[in-house]
């Protein structure tokens, strides 16, 4: 049994969208909650997205998830079906719609089944609970683990809770990485500095993992705070509470982050990469991102023979300096002082790491610049289990 904030109740149901599981979860915040929201920058958003967004500025009451249907791709009938079902929602909850934010996910190009998702919302008006049990498990597709966190902080000597759950194991990738993540707190924080702190513990953890390169179109993360603690208003100008409260979602979105590069499909190893002293931030982030979706890269950690010089090339086309240049993988170096490495026993070492059942590995790239300009990213290796698995049925 969880910990749960104060002020939130829901419930997970089998509204028959994915068989006998659960696929639909609803969540109540009582008093309403002030959110923060980060959609996918895919053009092609999905309905329950474009709806979202026209609501995430009021408070919140209820938030409903789908999954197995994306509701994406399907034009003016998929919005009127989300309008549907939340002119629904609102009657049976007795809530205006406009304090209602919703989200999908599962296969786009087809229609929700708006009867079986308004007779489970039914379902879960009946049985609202304060807990979480399955809520993990209805917001998921094909994950093959739960992806949960709680954590709670100290404010004016009172504990605000935090519970966060995200869903998520293919075509991630910014912007957004294809998740879900939603995080639930009962602590009192004023709106600007809860969009300022969670859009920036997103863009250093959502925004810094991939899998396949690729981002779809219903990518959601999202934080409601209720202010059920009652405590004293977190704002910018308590500097010392709102470092904290950032440190504590960079935390909570690391972690959730950490989780869905872990589930990712077909994967047998990730990799981190961290550049270091590169010519300009964008430069740091550009070359992260550059080895972190090749799939040239990707596919030397398969390798039994892996030729890691080949990482030169995919960096050759950004701004480096050569000369002053490395590159190590693990704890071998590379290149450096403009020399490839050429020892027998540290190439042997390093395939020999790479050939075991070490399931982390590391890439670290200095540029040369005189500078202290860095960024990292978090990913996996690209195997044939993936491909098969997203040839196998409809994505």
Avoid at 274 to 297: E, H, P, W
Avoid at 350 to 374: A, P, V, W
């Amino acid at each position: 049994m969880y910990d749960i904030p104060l002020g939130f109740s829901s419930a997970a149901v089998k509204a028959g969208l994915k068989n006998n599981d659960y696929d639909l979860a609803v969540i109540k915040s009582e008093p309403p909650s002030v959110v923060s929201a980060v959609y996918t920058q895919n053009s092609f958003q999905a309905a329950p997205i474009l709806f979202s967004k026209k609501n995430d500025k009021n408070n919140i009451d209820l938030l409903i998830v789908n999954s197995k249907i994306a509701n994406s791709l399907t034009g003016k009938k998929g919005y009127d079906d989300v309008l549907d079902i939340v002119k629904y929602a609102s009657e049976v909850f007795k809530i205006k719609k406009e304090n209602i934010l919703t989200a999908s996910t599962g296969i786009i190009g087809e229609y929700l089944d708006t009867k079986k998702i308004k007779d489970g919302i039914k379902k879960a008006s009946n049985s609202m609970s304060f807990d979480f049990d399955n809520i993990a498990r209805a917001i998921q597709t094909r994950d093959k683990f739960n992806k949960i966190y709680t954590s709670s902080m100290e404010v004016s000597g009172k504990t605000a809770r935090f519970y966060a759950t995200a869903k998520g194991s293919s075509i991630i990738h910014p912007n957004m990485a294809t998740v879900l993540l939603f995080i639930f707190t009962d602590l009192n924080v004023e709106k600007e500095a809860l969009c300022k702190a969670f859009k920036e513990a997103v863009n250093k953890t959502l925004n810094r993992i991939s899998i396949d390169g690729e981002t779809s179109t219903n990518d959601m993360a999202l934080i409601m705070a209720n202010g059920a603690l009652n405590n004293k208003p977190i704002t910018e100008r308590n500097k010392k509470l709102f470092k904290e409260l950032k440190n504590k979602l960079d935390e909570i979105c690391a972690y959730l982050a950490k989780m869905i590069i872990l589930d990712g499909e077909g994967m047998t190893k990730t990799i981190i990469v961290s550049v270091k002293r590169a010519k300009t931030q964008n430069d740091a982030f550009y070359a992260a991102q550059k080895i972190a979706v090749s799939n040239l890269v990707k596919i030397l950690f398969l390798s039994k023979n892996p030729n890691f010089e080949k990482i030169l090339s995919v960096l050759g086309n950004i701004n480096i300096n050569i000369n002053n240049l490395s590159l190590q993988v693990n704890d071998v170096y590379i290149y450096r002082n403009g020399v490839i490495n050429k020892n027998k026993e540290d190439i042997a070492k390093l395939k020999k790491d790479i050939d075991s059942e070490r399931k982390e590995n590391y890439i670290t790239i200095d540029l040369g610049f005189n500078t202290k300009y860095e960024d990292y990213y978090y990913f996996t290796d690209l195997t044939q289990e993936y491909i098969s698995i997203h040839s196998s049925y409809n994505i």
